[in-house]
């Protein structure tokens, strides 16, 4: 008699330990789902904050006498603008020409690349 007392008594603490192992199994594996997601969506953070540490630059405007970081692509030419006012700041140290093949002409403030 004491032994199915027993039995039962041990059957109903299992039965429990069960449907506490069920639920963390569950919790486990919803954390796993939502890790790799968290894990996909910084991986593409990091490769869109790549692609703009790519686009940035910097370039002194006379007229601020400030140096400013801009976001800038060769593929828009060799001029850009300043962010505070709007002057022109020419982004000769990207040019293939250099100072050696420079083709920029002072009475038309003009060069072949822009």
């Known amino acids: 008699m004491i032994r199915k007392v ?4 041990l059957k109903k603490r299992l039965r429990k330990r069960a449907e506490s192992l069920k639920r963390q199994n569950k919790r486990i ?23 703009l540490k790519d686009s940035l630059t910097t370039g002194y405007c006379p007229f601020c006498e400030i140096e400013h ?34 083709d920029y002409d002072m009475r038309t403030d003009t060069c072949s690349e822009m």
């Open 6 to 9: 027993e039995n039962i008594i």
């Open 69 to 102: 970081l801009f976001v800038w692509d060769f593929e828009w030419g060799l001029v850009s603008h300043c962010p505070r006012c709007g002057a022109r700041i020419m982004q000769c140290q990207m040019c293939e020409k250099n100072s050696a093949g420079c």
């Open 29 to 51: 594996r919803r954390q796993g789902d939502e890790n790799r997601i968290l894990k996909n969506q910084a991986m593409r953070a990091a490769q869109e904050l790549d692609e």
